[in-house]
């Protein structure tokens, strides 16, 4: 897939930014749905898309300019090593559902692993800078969607297990944010039940 045709041009600081009327983005956003990562294959986003996605996670709510994060790439064979890797802990534990866990790591053909890196101590609150993570994220996922691909955020056990961060090379304070995974799916997801709006949505009463 060739990259949209308008401009990708760096912005330069200080240029005025206009508010932008989409009728495509709001569609996307309303039909929003993750593929299921062991359905993801090939054709992958190109490089050039791949830089394009991360630009575009890359422009977050960030309180204090701080940058709370950071991002890794796989290749295929760096890939597979993490997944051999991850694999030979689950079965140094006899774990037989950790181990199945990792079809969706090993499946589908690019992965970009979100990791938060907070700054502590620092003014800005932890969850602030933790949030700010999560939104890359979901800035990857609907930016994915833009390109035609499907994605997936997944953490799974080896987000959470310490002998797994060490793994992934996470360093102290830092967590994993989600492994966003990329591709063409087999067959198209079927929607989901969504929250009720009516149970979610409430009137601050005052006092």
Not at 55 to 74: A, C, E, Q, T, Y
Not at 126 to 135: P, V, Y
Not at 187 to 203: C, F, G, H, M, V
Request: net charge negative; glycine share 8%.
């Amino acid at each position: 897939m060739s990259l949209p045709d308008f401009d990708l041009s760096p912005i330069e600081f200080g240029t005025p930014l206009p508010l932008m009327k989409s009728r495509e983005t709001l569609e996307l956003l309303l039909r929003r749905r993750s593929a299921p990562a062991p359905t993801l294959g090939l054709p992958a986003p190109s490089e050039d898309e791949i830089e394009l996605l991360i630009s575009i996670g890359l422009r977050v709510p960030d309180h204090g300019k701080i940058g709370p994060w950071r991002i890794v790439r796989f290749t295929p064979e760096s890939k597979g090593h993490l997944v051999d890797k991850l694999k030979a802990l689950a079965d140094s534990r006899g774990d037989r559902q950790a181990a199945g866990a990792l079809l969706k790591l090993s499946t589908p053909p690019e992965a970009l692993l979100v990791i938060s890196s907070p700054i502590q101590p620092h003014k800005i609150p932890l969850w602030e800078q933790q949030l700010s993570a999560a939104a890359i994220c979901q800035n990857l996922l609907i930016a994915a969607g833009a390109l035609g691909y499907g994605a997936n955020w997944i953490t799974d056990w080896y987000s959470y297990d310490a002998e797994a961060k060490d793994i992934l090379g996470l360093k102290d304070g830092e967590e994993v944010a989600g492994f966003i995974f990329l591709g063409t799916p087999s067959e198209a997801p079927l929607e989901r039940d969504r929250p009720n709006y009516a149970e979610r949505i409430s009137w601050w009463a005052g006092s």
